[in-house]
């Protein structure tokens, strides 16, 4: 059985996903390779007591960078899942917001 809590993995907070969940009522999480969208929407609803009028959701793939002073070592970064939420106009996510 999983929870909310394993469903969503973390937030994704760049400057377009908080210019997304200001203007467009859209927020993004890390989920897991395996879920679904209405895995993804009841957790969302559970966790932060809003309603979702939508769920997208992205296959990132892995990617190559460079680690070390001689630039030589490659690191293999992980693919993963990000699941964009979209909210009724009404609710929000606080831990999204800045200070209030």
Known sequence: MTTAYDILRRPIITEKTS?????LK?????????????????AVEKAFDVTV?????INLPAKMSR??????LGIRKSAYKKAIV???????IPIFEGVE
């Not at 859209?26 to 929407?41: L, M, N």
């Not at 680690?67 to 030589?72: F, I, L, P, T």
């Not at 979209?86 to 929000?92: F, G, K, Q, V």
């Open 19 to 23: 210019y997304q969940s200001s203007k």
């Open 26 to 42: 859209q927020y993004a999480f890390e989920v897991p390779v395996d879920a679904t969208r209405t895995q993804v929407k009841e």
């Open 53 to 57: 009028l939508k769920v997208n959701t």
């Open 67 to 72: 680690r070390g002073k001689s630039r030589r």
């Open 86 to 92: 979209t909210i009724s106009a009404e609710d929000r």
